[in-house]
């Protein structure tokens, strides 16, 4: 069963900085997901990444993963109020095509 | 409706109860899940139906039993729980997780969130 862990848990930053969000799993997976919640809203899907070297951009959002090192990150470019939510990053729960294991998220709260 | 509902959005009961909360997809999925979000532990997968095949975390306590009647439909019937049950339940779907163009990406309802009295 993947093991998904996610740094850091807290993020605290100013309008206008960049700042990268990790996300390290336990076993072989070659698709990675992140995900966004904002309060008292249910999971909103933002990326899949489904190779090694896989790279996605939304926006001031961009995802990337190395399956080799076993590590996903979110890089927030010139970030904005409006990207204040946790962010989940998640793999397969057992490797195959199910479920999925979530990390506990990073709380991130961008201030004017 | 569009996406993944589900109902009732809130919902109060005391430990001798039993209930059930009901999920709908209007995306063609083929596959469905339980997750429950509670504030002390993160996400947790409680339940899979793939084509009708159910797939469960073997942690899930027995008070709670899923049912997929249909891919569009899904219940999670809940009976005796306990306080600590009370969380966020999140319905998902997914395409046919088998096949490559899915990429199993799953898109999630806006939950149930429950408490046990």
């Known amino acids: 069963e993947l093991k998904v862990e996610q740094n850091p848990l807290f993020l605290s930053m100013q309008e206008g900085k960049n700042y990268t969000i990790y996300c390290n799993y336990s076993?072989?997976?070659?698709?990675l997901y992140w995900y966004r919640q904002d309060p008292g809203k249910s999971l909103e899907s933002l990326f899949v990444?489904?190779?090694?070297?896989a790279v996605k951009q939304e926006g001031r959002l961009m995802a990337s993963l190395d399956t080799k090192a076993r590590l996903s990150t979110l890089h927030i470019t010139a970030a904005v109020h409006d990207l204040s939510a946790t962010y989940f990053c998640?793999?397969?729960?057992?490797?195959?095509?199910?479920?999925?294991?979530f990390g506990k998220g990073t709380h991130l709260i961008i201030q004017p | 409706e569009t996406g993944v509902t589900q109902t009732p959005r809130h919902l109060v009961m005391g430990m001798t109860n039993k209930k059930s909360l009901k999920c709908e997809q209007h995306?063609?999925?083929?596959?469905m899940y339980w997750y429950k979000q509670s504030a002390k532990k993160p996400l947790e997968l409680m339940f899979v139906?793939?084509?009708?095949?159910?797939?469960e975390n073997n942690s899930v306590p027995s008070r709670f039993s899923p049912e997929c009647p249909n891919s569009s439909h899904l219940f999670l019937h809940l009976h005796t729980l306990q306080p600590e049950d009370s969380a966020l339940y999140l319905c998902?779907?997914?395409?046919?997780?088998?096949?490559?163009?899915?990429?199993?990406?799953?898109?999630f309802g806006p939950g149930t969130r429950l408490t046990v009295l």
């Open positions: 995306l063609g999925h083929n596959a």
């Open positions: 139906y793939n084509f009708k095949e159910q797939t």
């Open positions: 998902a779907s997914s395409q046919d997780p088998g096949t490559p163009s899915s990429y199993n990406e799953q898109f």
């Open positions: 990444l489904l190779s090694n070297g």
């Open positions: 076993t072989t997976s070659d698709r």
């Open positions: 998640a793999g397969p729960w057992r490797g195959g095509a199910d479920g999925l294991t």
